[in-house]
């Protein structure tokens, strides 16, 4: 029986969770320093599906018994969800999180100290409506705005004063922090409070991931010299699975999956080693049976729109213009005129959306000219065009 865990967990239990060892013991090893008010700032980056949210999700596991881990996931804040991405709603969200990891671990007398906080910090009490049932201050004006950001970047540090005697610190785990690009001209402004508090406060970790592209404009401006946090923040990287790992793994988790040296090859190569790709084609492979390099070839054609079923999707929210620039480069990298010319549009009306596929990281641009860099998605495509003589999804 195999036990590939399926790609839409965000949790893996003991059995699934695979590897891993090292980036464990790091991260592990720098947020145990929050117990001694030392606590780091990191980055968690890594190509997209590649097992950043189920590693966060583990480590907010290993760490809850000595720590208040809240995790959350900015792409979840409900004014993001509503395209309507603004500081005030993510800070609302925030709040939430804190509030509801709370009282999963019933820190239970501390909805009658923020109730004290707000009196004391000269919020009216009247103005605090209750969200499932849990208090929010009712904004209105840019000083309440100021007034809700400190409350809500104290509160960890709150939360560990009173609690101190059962937590040891306080670890913020956010995911997906991409989409505070959203926040546009408030986003530099966004990541400086978060520098600030967060100097402020020892013994409040911060762990900032997402799907990032490593060529992401956010990334300097987070973790740079000249970033917000001032170059102080660390960087933990997670990679694809070697050859190596990705064969135990295989072993041990689908044992019922016999290849041959050139068929295991091939599905090496097919999923470059990222662990959602391995689990979805090793899940639909034939099992006992021994598969050549042709089975494993042919099943991965056949099989390629549910494996990369999460590219397909990105595909669809391109603009046609974008997804024609992706076209173009399926035969060999281009230079930004050579591609203007295949579209029939001026050069410089390309770098808006040269930018946003760089960004997602399907396109980079080495020696002055681009490629495509999502091997996968290109091989779809060319799939498709052979079966229908047209690409999907382009409508003109
Ligand atoms: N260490 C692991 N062991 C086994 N399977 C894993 C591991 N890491 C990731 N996976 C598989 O890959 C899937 C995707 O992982 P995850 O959602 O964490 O990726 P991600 O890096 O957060 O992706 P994205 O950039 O799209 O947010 C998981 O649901 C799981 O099936
Ligand atoms: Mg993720």
Redesign the pocket.
Known sequence: MSNL??????E?NED?????TEEIANITALLNLTAQNNAPSILLT?I????????LNKIKKDLEKDFLVVYMDFSHAECYQKNNMNPMGLLEYYYKEIIDECKKRKLVNFEYSIRKYFKTNDFHIENIISLRNIPIPLINSEKNFEKLKDFVFNLPNEILKEYNDVIKGVIILIDEIQVIKELGEYLESFLWIFRSYSQKHNNVAYVLSG?MSLQDELIPKISSQNGAFGGRMLNIQLDPFSRETTRNYLNKNAPDLIFTEAAFDRFYKCTSGV??YI?IFGTLLPKNIELNEKMVIENFDKNISSIIF?LINLWSRLSHKEQNIFISLLEKPLKRKEIAECLGVTSGSLSLSLKKLQNLDLISLKDNKYSIDEKLLARWLKIEYEKYEVYPYIID
């Open positions: 865990a399926w790609v839409n967990n965000q893996l699934e969770f695979y590897n891993r890594g997209r599906n590649v097992g950043k949210t189920v590693f799907s662990p959602a689990n999460h």
